[in-house]
């Protein structure tokens, strides 16, 4: 059985007998502790509601492909896509975030 460090690219397909040792908290965007700055731009900017939605949409359904047993070649695939669309996606909302501190 191989092992691979959590820090380790999230794209890559996992093999059997392959154990990814990363926690979902540490992939997940972490909406429970508080944020000022995520708080306002929730209230006020439908755009970054919805990049938090989808981002929210992409981590169910990895969670729902990571408890797969066997799963096959379509679900490999579409399991690396989403993680790189959830990754852009994270991006574009730090990237917001970061715009409206400098801003305000």
Do not use: W
Not at 27 to 44: C, F, G, N, Q
Not at 55 to 62: G, K
């Amino acid at each position: 059985m191989k092992f691979k460090p959590a820090l380790q690219c999230h794209t890559e397909p996992r093999t059997a007998g392959e154990i990814l040792l990363t926690s979902e908290e540490q992939i997940a965007m972490d909406l429970s502790k508080p944020d000022v700055v995520r708080d306002e731009l929730m209230k006020t900017n439908p755009t970054f509601r919805e990049l938090v939605q989808q981002h929210q949409n992409f981590e169910a359904r990895l969670n729902e492909l990571a408890h797969l047993t066997y799963p096959n070649e379509e679900e490999q695939l579409e399991e690396i896509t989403l993680k790189k669309k959830k990754l852009m996606v994270k991006d574009a909302i730090y990237e917001m975030m970061h715009n409206y501190e400098i801003s305000h």
